[in-house]
């Protein structure tokens, strides 16, 4: 199994980015997903997750409004869409995919995923 993320760069404030997370190894339709970012001297935080089967979808507080996770089954692939960006959102963005649906409170808990992406880099100049 593994997670590809890729859509990662450089943007001004007030600009946009978006962030793919492509599964390969087996199908994750009804599985929870979760986009993570980690900053320089800073403890990985959640950013977004998806619980499975029913698409439900948690954010974090600093970026909803602004942040959208959504899938492509056809694709087997996630998104992360990231609207009016800020340099706080600077800092590496990984995608994450349990095996199974869970407890929607549970997508910010890194540790309910098996599967982790490599990370991919997003600035934020002001």
């Known amino acids: 199994v593994q997670l590809q993320a890729s859509g990662g760069g450089l943007v001004q404030a007030g600009g946009s980015l978006r962030l793919s997370c492509a599964a390969s190894?087996?199908?994750?339709?009804?599985?929870?997903m979760g986009w993570f970012r980690q900053a320089p001297g800073n403890e990985r935080e959640f950013v977004a997750g998806?619980?499975?089967?029913?698409?439900?979808?948690l954010y974090a507080s600093s970026v909803k409004g602004r942040f959208t996770l959504s899938r492509d089954n056809s694709k087997n692939t996630v998104y992360l869409q990231m609207n009016r960006l800020k340099p706080e959102d600077t800092a590496v963005y990984f995608c994450a995919a349990n095996q199974n649906t869970i407890i929607l409170s549970a997508v910010t808990d890194a540790t309910r995923y098996a599967y982790w992406g490599q990370g991919t880099q997003v600035t934020v100049s002001s």
């Open positions: 998806l619980r499975g089967s029913s698409n439900m979808i």
């Open positions: 190894g087996r199908t994750f339709s009804r599985s929870a």
